[in-house]
């Protein structure tokens, strides 16, 4: 059973900064992608962030230059820095990993329960 537990999120300025964690565990060989996205009350989840297990990463374009995306792929933990964070960035954030292959079963996609960032403004 893989599990993905969030942690970071939390009430912040505007302009300040969160850094968010999410570690994957159980019998995994592999990720393929980690990704972060979001969800605003009212609307649809969105991608926020991602990067593959090589390293090359994407953005929305609301968030470029401002937050970054990083993974210890050891340690199966993906991280997200935001920084300059503004009201609209407010949103229940959810890790995802993508290509999660465990054992002999098809590689598997699963979420995290999500974790409350709130910017005031």
């Known amino acids: 059973q893989v599990q993905l537990v969030e942690s970071g999120g939390g009430l912040v300025q505007a302009g300040g900064s969160l850094r968010l964690s999410c570690a994957a565990s159980?019998?995994?060989?592999?990720?393929?992608?980690m990704a972060w996205y979001r969800q605003a009350p009212g609307k649809q989840r969105e991608l926020v962030a991602a990067?593959?297990?090589?390293?090359?990463?994407n953005y929305a374009d609301s968030v470029k230059g401002r937050f970054t995306v990083s993974r210890d792929s050891p340690k199966n933990t993906v991280y997200l820095q935001m920084n300059s964070l503004k009201p609209e960035d407010t949103a229940v954030y959810y890790c995802?990993?993508?290509?999660?292959?465990?054992?002999?079963?098809?590689?598997?996609?699963?979420w995290g329960q999500g974790t409350q960032v709130t910017v005031s403004s």
């Open positions: 159980g019998s995994i060989f592999s990720i393929a992608t």
């Open positions: 995802n990993a993508q290509g999660v292959v465990t054992g002999f079963a098809p590689a598997n996609n699963y």
């Open positions: 990067i593959t297990r090589g390293g090359s990463t």
